[in-house]
């Protein structure tokens, strides 16, 4: 079972950014697509991004283009979700997850990792 560990989520006011880091241990990241999805309570969750592994091409959803930004780092083997001009409505806990290929589809996805809550109020 690959591990993949969050971090970086917190409070943060409307307008505000935050950087999440997906860490991974005992595999390699840069051999998968990695997605980030989030949860708001009540909803399904739903793709955010994705970085493929074979030529580093990025996916985001209509919902966070322009705003948030997604990169990899295979020396230090992490995956970051860079958000910028946050919104009350992106409130939610956001996953990494890695797949053998790039998706934006939950079903897709067969490692996760245990989330980090991403709250934007002011």
């Known amino acids: 079972q690959l591990q993949l560990v969050e971090s970086g989520g917190g409070l943060v006011h409307p307008g505000g950014s935050l950087r999440l880091s997906c860490a991974a241990s005992?595999?390699?990241?840069?051999?998968?697509?990695i997605g980030w999805f989030r949860q708001a309570p009540g909803k399904e969750r739903e793709g955010v991004s994705c970085?493929?592994?074979?030529?580093?091409?990025?996916y985001y959803a209509d919902s966070v283009k322009g705003r948030f930004t997604i990169s990899r780092d295979n020396a230090k083997n992490t995956v970051y979700l860079q958000m910028n001009s946050l919104k009350p409505e992106d409130t939610a806990v956001y996953y990494c997850a890695a797949a053998p290929w790039a998706s934006m589809t939950v079903a897709d996805f067969g490692s996760w990792g245990q989330g980090t809550q991403v709250t934007v109020s002011s």
């Open positions: 005992a595999f390699t990241l840069d051999y998968y697509a």
């Open positions: 970085i493929s592994s074979s030529d580093g091409s990025t």
